[in-house]
């Protein structure tokens, strides 16, 4: 079993910066690949971000130039640097783990999740 917890969330004004964590236990990161997904009120759960085992990165259109996906493998932890947010990123954003993957950045792929952390951008 696997284990991810988010950290970092938290309000911030429109513009600004936060920068989440995802601490994984029980498992090394290294034969994972890592993904960031979020979920606003009353949407979906969507693809945000992702990382595979080899570094090479993936980002949805709303957070390409925006968000910044990268992992510490030594420290079995993920980050999502994010900035230029606005109030269309609020919502909880969630860590997952696809193992060996990535296969296709999915909701359905991932094989661990993390309860998420809520972002809040006021306007």
């Known amino acids: 079993q696997m284990q991810l917890v988010e950290s970092g969330g938290g309000l911030v004004q429109a513009g600004g910066s936060l920068r989440l964590s995802c601490a994984a236990s029980?498992?090394?990161?290294?034969?994972?690949?890592m993904g960031w997904f979020r979920q606003a009120p009353g949407k979906e759960r969507e693809f945000v971000t992702g990382?595979?085992?080899?570094?090479?990165?993936a980002y949805a259109d709303s957070a390409k130039g925006r968000f910044t996906i990268s992992r510490d493998n030594a420290k079995n932890t993920v980050y999502l640097q994010m900035s230029s947010l606005k109030p269309e990123d609020t919502a909880v954003y969630y860590c997952a783990s696809d193992y060996l993957g990535p296969t296709v950045w999915s909701v359905d792929r991932m094989d661990y999740w993390g309860k998420g952390t809520l972002v809040t951008v006021s306007s």
């Open positions: 029980g498992r090394t990161i290294a034969a994972y690949a």
């Open positions: 990382i595979s085992r080899g570094a090479s990165t």
